[in-house]
């Protein structure tokens, strides 16, 4: 990875992407959504400028996950790439953490929707690294 470009893609390597500038923020969504379609209790993103962001290889397959979010994954593999909100009126797009060549660079600088997080229920997850919390959406 250089500095001015990060890439990642999926588990099999059908899909791959290119980032061209840093993150503008990097944390972690414990919503409902985010834990269904990627089959985890905690979902790290980080969110880059959609000018920025572009698939290099392969064809992913979106699916709106509701009415105003439209994620990506691989059709062959299954794994979760993007997520677009319509409020983010196209300026920006997430990318799941851990499809990144690197996800270790980029760690989270907090957590989202923790008002739906597991552990409310379970009791079996504790954030307990310091980092700052949302109940819902991180302000803008």
């Known amino acids: 990875m250089s500095q001015e470009s990060i890439e990642g893609g999926c588990l099999c390597g059908a899909v791959r992407y290119r980032i061209g500038s840093k993150p503008l923020s990097s944390g972690t969504c414990q919503c409902r959504t ?3 379609t990627s089959a985890a209790a905690i979902v790290p993103w980080i969110t880059v400028n959609s000018e920025d962001f572009v698939f ?12 105003p979010a439209t ?5 062959r593999c299954g794994t979760p790439l993007t997520f677009r909100h319509t409020s983010y009126e196209g300026k920006k797009i997430d990318v799941t953490t851990v499809s990144l060549d690197e996800p270790e660079a980029f760690p989270p600088e907090g957590h989202t929707w923790t008002s739906q997080k597991l552990s409310q229920k379970l009791r079996w997850m504790k954030l307990a ?4 919390s949302f109940e ?4 803008s």
């Open 56 to 67: 290099t290889a392969g064809q992913s397959v979106e699916y709106n996950s509701s009415p």
């Open 34 to 36: 985010c834990r269904k």
């Open 136 to 139: 819902e959406g991180a302000p």
């Open 129 to 132: 690294d310091g980092l700052p």
């Open 71 to 75: 994620r990506t994954f691989c059709g």
